[in-house]
Every structure is written in C-alpha cells, then in structure tokens.
C-alpha cells in the first residue's frame, strides 16, 4: 500500500520480496577459492564442559519424651530448598531415628532424579557405618545400613560427610518439630512436608509389591498342587480332596496365586500384613469405613485372602478414630 499520510506526509511501501535467484548471482559473482583452506574444526572446541552441581541433604533425627522425629533438607543445584518432617510413631531409639532421616533423605533424592549427591549429617556413628569406617555392633541396625547401601546404587557420585550440630540447624529443627507434633493441625507459613510413620522405612514396602516370604502363607498348598501337582506329605485323602476342589477356584500368573471370584483375578496374599487394612482404611484417602465394606473395597483393588472378612471387622473394632469419632448409638435396646 503507497499513500501519503495526512499529517506527517509519511508515505508507506510494502516489503519487497527476495526471491532464491538472488542468492544464486550472489554466489556465482563471489566464487571460493579452491586453494584456500576451509576452517572445519568446532572454533571453541578448547573450552571445559560445564560442571554438574550436585545436590546436598542434610538430615538429622531427635528423640525426647515428646516422642521421636526426623528432619530433611534438600538443596538443589539452584539454591533451592525442600523441607521434610516426619513424625515415628513406633518404638524408636536415637541411633535409629538418624538411620530413618537418612535414609528418608536418600529416598527423596531418587525420587527427584538426582545423580550426584553430598550428604551431611551430624551423626558420626550413620556416615561412619555407611562409609564402612566403622564395625556395626548392634544388630538392630543391621537391617538399616543394609537398606540405606542398597540406595546408594541409585546415584552415580555420593559424598557422605560428617558436619557439627552447629552447621546443622535446620535439619535439627525439622527433627524437633516432628518430635513434638501431634495432631498436626498447626498452620506453619514455610512450605514444610509433615508425614507420620507407623514401620521403620526399610519395612515400607508398596502394597504392589509385597514381599510375603516371611511366614508359611496359607495357599502354600494350593499353588504347590497347581505348579508341580504335588500334595503335603501329612495330607491324607480327605486333605487330598480338598485341595483339589480348592484349586478349581484359583490360576497362577507369572508364579503369583491369583483367585479367580466373577471373572476377576485377585492378588492371593497373607492376612499378618496388615499394610493394606491401614492403607485403604486410613490412609491418604481411606475413609474409615467399616469392616464389611473395608474387606468389598479391598477386593476391588485387586487383593484376596481367606479370613479378609473376620479380620477387617477386627481391625476396625481396634481403630482410634473410629472409636472416637464414630456414629454410636447410646439408645437402650428396650423402651424405658
């Protein structure tokens, strides 16, 4: 569009186009020597690569009358920080709440993808042990230094690094406030992560992947008699029969017991693991239902063993907060 403004008198012209024939005539009048040499190589090839920053936890575990916590905090490579409490409710000593902030610590480095790590700690008895500097004596401890070297193959550099309690304030504080909170219900400003923990960590297993080699499991039996057909050597005929017309409602999938009940193939496990009860019953969304639709709502979720429903009713019964904020009835059973 060409035309004069009214004001200024400025005059507008469109953007000529420019078209391939013109970067033809430009190379052909300007042609490259042949003699001359062509610079190839990457111009900045002398520089250093960039070293990769690697993040730093620091832990700390405290254990009073109050009870016993742990506290975290996590540095990124960018300066920034994540804050963790957790309150251990089960029996606990000093030693072993530093195990469970260290290896909380670890956990949530694995969690947010780091590679290369530098740990501290003002326990000199945890990094000693994990460095391998020192002999462990107490056996109860054994399962944690266990656990905690499993997750270092997770990184591909860990510094583990003894520092004074003085330089690790933070981490105490965390550790203190876990010890301390109960009902956690206080209003705090910093963005903190309260949980709680009922089993030491290296007990936490995800429900997916129960780990139920600890006791003789009830179907033992039945998955023997669907894998090799073999019966137990005690077995008379009866028991015989029975496990036979029993395994009729179970398969096998993958070397898993599976129940088959209306077409749905359920997880076979054993009822002394009472994770899945506290998970589903109340845990981050359970809703402290009762014992007949806790055991319903278990076998949607995929999982099955024999005396569910006896012992969901009896877990129940055994809920704090059930029986505390519970809808009783305190009417008497006849007329007055």
Same mark, same amino acid.
């Given at each position: 569009m060409v035309g004069p403004s009214c004001e200024f008198d400025i005059v507008y012209e469109t953007r000529k186009t420019i078209k391939g024939r013109v970067v033809a005539e430009f190379l052909s009048e300007n042609p490259v020597n042949e003699e001359e040499e062509v610079e190839t190589a990457f111009p900045d090839e002398s520089l250093k690569l960039v070293e990769v920053q690697p993040w730093k936890m620091y832990f700390d575990g405290a254990m009073n009358k109050s009870g016993a916590g742990i506290g975290v905090v996590l540095?990124?490579?960018?300066?920034? &920080?994540?804050?963790?409490?957790?309150?251990?409710?089960?029996?606990?000593?000093?030693?072993?709440?530093?195990?469970?902030?260290?290896?909380?610590?670890?956990?949530?480095?694995?969690?947010?993808?780091?590679?290369?790590?530098?740990?501290?700690?003002?326990?000199m008895l945890v990094v000693s042990h994990i460095k391998g500097e020192w002999e462990l004596k107490e056996e109860k401890l054994r399962p944690y230094l266990e656990y905690a070297k499993k997750l270092l193959f997770s990184f591909e550099e860990v510094t583990m690094k003894h520092m004074p309690r003085a330089q690790n304030q933070m981490a105490d504080a965390l550790a203190t406030l876990a010890s301390l909170?109960?009902?956690?219900? &206080?209003?705090?400003?910093?963005?903190?992560?309260?949980?709680?923990?009922? #089993?030491?960590?290296?007990?936490?297993? #995800?429900?997916?992947?129960?780990?139920?080699?600890?006791?003789?499991?009830?179907?033992?039996?039945? $998955?023997?008699?669907?894998?090799?057909?073999?019966?137990? &050597?005690?077995?008379?005929?009866?028991?015989?029969?029975?496990?036979?017309?029993?395994?009729?409602?179970?398969?096998?999938?993958?070397?898993?017991?599976?129940?088959?009940?209306?077409?749905?193939?359920?997880?076979?496990?054993t009822k002394s693991d009472e994770q899945i009860m506290e998970e589903v019953h109340a845990g981050v969304c359970g809703p402290h239902m009762n014992g007949?639709?806790?055991?319903?709502? #278990?076998? $949607?979720?995929?999982?099955?063993?024999?005396?569910?429903?006896?012992?969901c009713a009896k877990f129940v019964k055994k809920c704090h907060e059930c029986q505390i904020h519970g809808n009783l009835n305190h009417l008497p059973s006849d007329e007055l």
């Open positions: 540095e990124a490579p960018n300066g920034e &920080q994540l804050l963790m409490s957790k309150r251990l409710c089960f029996p606990t000593t000093n030693n072993i709440a530093e195990y469970e902030a260290c290896i909380c610590g670890l956990e949530a480095l694995i969690a947010v993808g780091a590679k290369k790590v530098e740990v501290f700690g003002d326990s909170w109960e009902k956690g219900d &206080q209003k705090l400003t910093q963005p903190v992560i309260l949980m709680r923990s009922r #089993i030491p960590c290296y007990e936490g297993l #995800i429900i997916a992947h129960l780990d139920l080699e600890d006791e003789m499991k009830w179907y033992e039996d039945i $998955r023997r008699y669907l894998e090799v057909r073999e019966y137990p &050597q005690s077995a008379n005929s009866r028991d015989r029969a029975t496990i036979r017309r029993l395994a009729t409602r179970f398969t096998l999938v993958r070397a898993t017991l599976q129940k088959v009940l209306e077409g749905l193939l359920l997880l076979c496990v007949r639709v806790l055991a319903g709502k #278990i076998l $949607r979720l995929g999982y099955y063993w024999s005396t569910m429903d006896t012992d």
